[in-house]
């Protein structure tokens, strides 16, 4: 009996131990819950995606006084170099936070593939106008209901293509080279009807893919060429801004809902401060990148308006074909002044 009785009192003073660690320790951190969270970026560590990415993580930190901590994955790391798979993992919340384009986001719902429509946008100004519009705001209700937090937009830019046979200026040059496009059908038609082989792969195999020729070519924005060296095994780049790629800034909606008021407001603030970051810093380095990419030895071509007409001319028949999949309204939402 004595020793029932000396076993509760010990049983009992270890549970008054163990609830008054746990009281300090919520004390110490105000009662608010701690995150260690992930994100992803497609690209590597000298690209304005990842040096965004770290300046909201580093902002978050400190607003919140380490409770919340955003460690940083360069080149789809977590998700073995596939970028639709990093989506994916987004959604299924896996990952936490991402820098993706809605080219990718458009295996989920087609009609996020909108925005990459050839031609759509004349330039920036236009770009800045139509993103923090009734466009940018139709494309957040559409990632809402996949399962994604919007926290805003980046910018990877405009989209050129590069290749090692000859200098591209019409769509007669483009005929039978092979290019690596993003994965989607929409590029595939597109790119076929310029007359060119499109072949899809994930942007991690890119460059060995260059570098064996296997393949021609290949389109991506400056950034990307850039930060990926892709002047090591590409000579031509046409300047043909054919297609805009803005960055989705997601995280995972369950997540989002499941955080104090306090702790959304200021990861939106952090957000919107990288995302304005990484689009000036892209901005701003771009001429610079151009210079020394030139540098290098890659040889820069400017299509004269006359031969941008005949890409856009090559190009009107993806409107006809995909308007139904991007819905007429949403369209019509980028198209407005």
Known sequence: MKWRKLALIVV?????????????????????????????????????????????A?????????????????????????????????VKGSTDFSYHSPIIYSVLDARLGVVSAPFLFKDLNEVDQKMNGKGGEELKKILSEKGIETLGFGENGFRQVTNSVHPIKTPTDLKGLKIRIPGIKMYTDLWRGYGADPTAMTFSEVFTALQQNTIDGQENPIDVIYSS?????????????????????GMNKKKFDSMSPDDQKIIKEAAKNANEYQIKLAREQEEKQIQELKDSGMEFYYPTDAEIEQFKKASENIY?????DWGADLLKAFQES
């Open 12 to 56: 009992s003073a270890i549970l008054l131990v163990a609830l008054a660690g746990c009281g300090s320790s919520k004390s110490a951190s105000g009662g608010k819950k701690s995150y260690n969270l992930k994100m992803s970026v497609t690209v590597s560590e000298s690209s304005t995606w990842y040096k965004a990415a770290e300046k909201f």
């Open 58 to 90: 580093k902002e978050v930190e400190e607003k919140t006084d380490g409770r919340i901590k955003t460690k940083v994955y360069p080149n789809e790391q977590l998700s073995g170099g596939d970028s639709a798979k990093g989506v994916e993992m987004l």
């Open 229 to 249: 060296k892709l002047n090591e095994v590409q000579k031509y780049i046409s300047m043909w801004n054919y297609s805009y790629d803005p960055l989705i800034f």
């Open 320 to 324: 006809k074909t995909y308007e139904k």
